[in-house]
């Protein structure tokens, strides 16, 4: 039944990711990078946790959020001027700079290491918590054909303030709020816990 319900989900995520996107060229994304470089690093592996590492990220799910920040289906303040300006040739060149790049690994807390597991991979019954590598791979890889993205050596406090901002309604740019009715039904301690977890994953 659990295959049959993600068989379904992927099947309708794939259908809504099917858009003709334009063919990324690393070169000019690399270029076009220069601007992104201050808070993302140069290679995508951003120097501080306030930003997101994009390097390995996947291309098609970098142009979705890039997309989305350019019409407002997600809201940041810092990103919004930053993609007011770019094409669909931007965006594509953009996202396939960074996924060809490496993601540099993370390290994660003993401490937190056994309950992020148990979420990541088996999630929580009772609750309805599903477990996160349904979606996002065992390894934390992600889902490039869904653009569902991928998750492993990414900052422990962003992931965390992404799923507190998918809880509160903060942020709703999932495939049918999939990430808002997941994260809702996630403790602080699950979040933070499984936050923790993934950032260890490679």
């Known amino acids: 039944m659990k295959k049959m319900l993600m068989t379904a ?3 309708m995520a794939l259908s809504m990711t099917s858009a003709v996107m334009a063919a990324g060229n690393v070169a000019a994304g690399k270029d ?9 690093g140069t290679d995508g592996n951003s120097l501080s ?8 990220q996947h291309e098609g799910y970098i142009v979705k959020q890039l997309m989305e920040f350019k ?9 919004a001027p930053m993609v007011a300006n770019l094409t669909e040739q931007d965006m594509a060149d ?5 996924a060809s790049q490496k993601t540099a690994p993370g390290a994660v807390s003993e401490e937190l290491l056994a309950a992020g597991e148990q979420i990541y ?3 929580n019954k009772e609750t309805g918590v599903p477990a996160c590598m349904a979606c996002h791979g065992p ?4 889902i490039p054909a869904a653009d569902w993205p991928k998750l492993s050596g990414q900052y422990s406090s962003y992931i ?3 799923l507190h901002a998918f809880a509160k309604g903060e942020r709703n740019n999932s495939p049918n709020g999939m990430m808002a009715d997941i994260a809702s039904k996630m403790s602080d301690a699950e979040i933070k816990a499984v936050s923790a977890y993934v950032f260890g994953l490679k």
């Open 160 to 162: 965390e303030t992404q």
């Open 9 to 11: 989900v992927l099947g």
């Open 71 to 79: 019409s407002g289906a997600r809201q940041n303040a810092l990103m």
């Open 139 to 142: 390894n934390g890889n992600g």
């Open 121 to 123: 991979r088996g999630g």
């Open 49 to 56: 946790d306030a930003f997101p590492k994009l390097a390995g």
């Open 94 to 98: 953009l996202g396939a700079y960074f």
């Open 32 to 40: 076009k990078a220069a601007v992104c470089a201050a808070c993302h």
